[in-house]
Nanobody, 127 residues
Framework: QVQLIESGGGLVQAGGSLRLSCAASGRTFSNAAMGWFRQAPGKEREFVADISQSGGGTFYEDSVKGRFTISRDNAKNTVSLQMNSLKPEETDVYYC????????????????????WGRGTQVTVSS
């Protein structure tokens, strides 16, 4: 089992950067692929990025590719999302999530594929 806690959210100006972190507890972290999602009030939760168990593979939603970087440190039980050139429309609650199903390759996975979720951290991008 995996428990996840996000941190690093806050207020940033458009064009600025934030680094989100997700701390995982549990002895199965290294067996879990990880993802980041985001959600605005009244909107559906959107996929952002995914990373494989080893960290060797990553996958990004098209709108963030080249600006966001997902990474993980299995020794520290953390996964991060570096966000650069942030836009006001990316004001959302950001969630980290873990996949423990058979599919280990990084890629797009719907939210139902993720077994565990953090509580989210608010990111606000001002214009």
């Amino acid at each position: 089992q995996v428990q996840l806690i996000e941190s690093g959210g806050g207020l940033v100006q458009a064009g600025g950067s934030l680094r989100l972190s997700c701390a995982a507890s549990g002895r199965t972290f290294s067996n879990a692929a990880m993802g980041w999602f985001r959600q605005a009030p009244g909107k559906e939760r959107e996929f952002v990025a995914d990373i494989s168990q080893s960290g060797g593979g990553t996958f990004y939603e098209d709108s963030v590719k080249g600006r966001f970087t997902i990474s993980r440190d299995n020794a520290k039980n953390t996964v991060s999302l570096q966000m650069n050139s942030l836009k006001p429309e990316e004001t959302d609650v950001y969630y980290c999530a873990a996949r423990t199903r058979f599919n280990s390759a990084a890629g797009y996975y719907p939210e139902d594929e993720y077994n565990y979720w953090g509580r989210g951290t608010q990111v606000t991008v001002s214009s």
